[in-house]
């Protein structure tokens, strides 16, 4: 195997990938190598859903297997190998009779079909042994001795970006919101990497289109959010148990928990969200069920102990899974694209197995009463305060605002975040959203002029609700995003993380700082091209980032 799609990549002399018999994330040889062999397949499916496009014809069973294909090879979402034996198969049946469908629409057309070759012409083999012989010529560093390191590293950025991109996608669609274009642009940049692209700038301007395509993709995913679940408000959300049965549930669909709340109505049982699922209380609809209890524990890397002290049956929805412990592998259970080899699966959002798990487990013994966590700031709560916020930028009670945000992890460096919130000056807002949110979402920042300095905006989808609020700014003070007092502090871990990453560059949001290491794949070549047409900087430390942020402000007053 090689993989280096995720910011815990093993990194050594020798280079950064991991390339041993399982990586950091914990997926083994096999699974990761079929992982690779799905990906190269939807190329090909890609290529004829692309043309197919191009002469009218839409297939949306094709445009959703895209989907919910690629966001099964993000890190942390499914391990086992069994399913994407399955997935291939699939793969292939679809692929054969995309092409028939191309054939008969090209002609139809008055058009000579194109005798296509690469991913949409590759066979798998009908046994695992053989599938994963033919995985080395599907790998994400396949021909690098030839084309060198920059391609293949921008072609893992599309391809990575393309996955976060997916993903958004993929839970917008479950909610009822799909868009043409989504499925356009997602077919088109599959299509490009199936032609095992070279020319850096034409890559580069594929990076962002796919960025542009990101940010329609958070629209829809925020249309299908609030038009579900009404638009977040501020909500106070309780950290601490409730007397009774529990079931917690983490990840990040919103549709898989509103199942769980209603199939759960009724029984005296309380469900609890966890790490990304934090969110989910700003919404109206979601918070209206009185036995949505609260919060319990914290990002999603620190499941492996909290989990472990939950009294009942965790449910792991879309991403964020690591290896189960012997201490809850009975007791949890996976949904939608999640999965581990052995672990329960949840089809058709039948969670009976889970109730009866949280009926014959302790639950909570006794209440107890601490502190809260305030959510639910999205882009209607904040504008809906904008008048009060720019007339505190005005009078400088407000200096500047510090959006400290991204996908959280293990890997040391990672206290950055804390300290940088923590030393953030009393003057300054900070606004927040994903799980990197837990560095210092405990922490007491007061307030200005009413508001609280700490804004969480929500998700790391959310991206679209803070773009959106900047816009806004912007156009109240008559003045571009770059020219607001505004500093993006990005953390960043997996392939979500890309989707949003392209997106600012593809904005023209300049100095975004990202940390607390570089993606492996940005090579120092395109790292240069980030830094100096993009104004892309790598993190150094809290004390002298800040500095650096309030400079101009300070120069200029």
């Known amino acids: 195997m090689f993989c280096f799609q995720c910011e815990q990549t093993t990194r050594g002399p020798a280079g950064a990938g991991c390339a041993t018999d399982k990586g950091v994330c914990g997926k083994d040889e096999a699974t990761a190598d079929l992982q690779d062999v799905l990906i190269h397949q939807l190329k090909g499916i890609g290529q004829y859903v692309s043309r197919l496009r191009k002469l009218g014809v839409a297939d949306v069973p094709a445009d959703s297997f895209i989907l919910y294909g690629l966001f099964t090879t993000l890190t942390n979402v ?11 198969a699939e793969a292939a049946r679809l692929r054969d009779r995309l092409r028939t469908a191309y054939e008969a629409a090209a002609k139809a057309a008055g058009q000579q079909p194109e005798t296509l070759t690469g991913a949409a012409a590759f066979v798998p083999a009908d046994n695992i042994t053989g599938l994963l012989a033919q995985a080395s010529a599907a790998s994400v560093i396949a021909g690098r001795d030839v084309v060198g390191e920059d391609v293949i590293g921008l072609r893992a950025l599309l391809l990575y970006g393309l996955k976060g991109v997916a993903a958004y996608a993929h839970h917008a669609e479950v909610l009822g919101e799909s868009r043409d274009e989504i499925a356009i642009g997602v077919a088109h940049a599959l299509d490009v990497l199936a032609s095992n692209p070279t020319d850096l700038g034409d890559m580069l301007e594929e990076a962002l289109a796919l960025g542009r395509l990101n940010f329609k993709v958070m629209e829809t995913l925020d249309a299908a959010n609030t038009g579900t679940f009404g638009a977040p ?39 609890y969200t966890h790490g990304e699922m934090l969110p989910a209380h700003g919404y109206p609809k979601l918070r209206a069920y009185p036995h949505l209890a609260g919060n319990y524990g914290g990002a999603w890397q620190n499941q492996q102990i909290e989990f472990a002290a939950f009294p009942g049956p965790i449910v792991m929805t879309s991403n964020c899974l690591i290896e189960p412990q012997p201490l809850y592998r009975n007791r949890i259970f996976t949904a939608g694209p999640v999965g581990w080899p052995g672990i329960r699966h949840i089809a058709n959002g039948d969670y009976s197995a889970v109730i009866q798990a949280a009926k014959a487990l302790p639950g909570f013994t006794k209440t107890v009463e601490g502190p809260t966590l305030t959510v639910g700031f999205g882009r209607e709560a904040v504008l809906g305060a904008a008048g009060e916020v720019i007339e505190a930028v005005k009078s400088g009670a407000i200096r500047h605002f510090f959006l400290i945000g991204g996908c959280d992890g293990a890997a040391p460096g990672r206290n950055y975040f804390t300290e940088f919130a923590e030393q953030a000056p009393s003057d300054t807002m900070i606004l927040t959203l994903g799980c990197g949110k837990y560095r210092f979402n405990s922490h007491d920042f007061g307030a200005i002029g009413g508001l609280p300095r700490l804004l969480d905006i929500g998700q790391c989808n959310d991206s679209y609700s803070a773009l959106v609020i900047a816009t806004a700014l912007a156009g109240a003070f008559n003045c571009g995003v770059n020219e607001l007092p505004l500093s993006l502090v990005v953390s960043w871990f997996e392939q979500k993380a ?23 794949f940005l090579t120092p070549a395109i790292l240069d091209i980030l830094v100096n047409q993009f104004g892309v900087l790598p993190i150094t430390t809290a004390e002298a980032d800040i500095q650096a942020a309030l400079a101009p402000r300070i120069a200029a007053e």
Do not use: Q, Y
Request: hydrophobic share 45%.
């Open 233 to 271: 408000s501020p909500h106070a959300v309780r950290t601490t148990p409730v007397e009774g049965k529990a079931i917690l549930i983490s990840g990040h669909d919103f549709r898989d928990l509103h199942e769980l709340l209603e199939a759960t109505k009724g029984t005296g049982i309380n469900v």
């Open 498 to 520: 890309a989707a949003v990453f392209l997106t600012l560059l593809a904005l023209g949001v300049r100095n975004v700082r990202i940390g607390p290491t570089l993606p492996a």
């Open 78 to 88: 499914n391990f086992n190998r069994a399913r994407f034996v399955e997935m291939i």
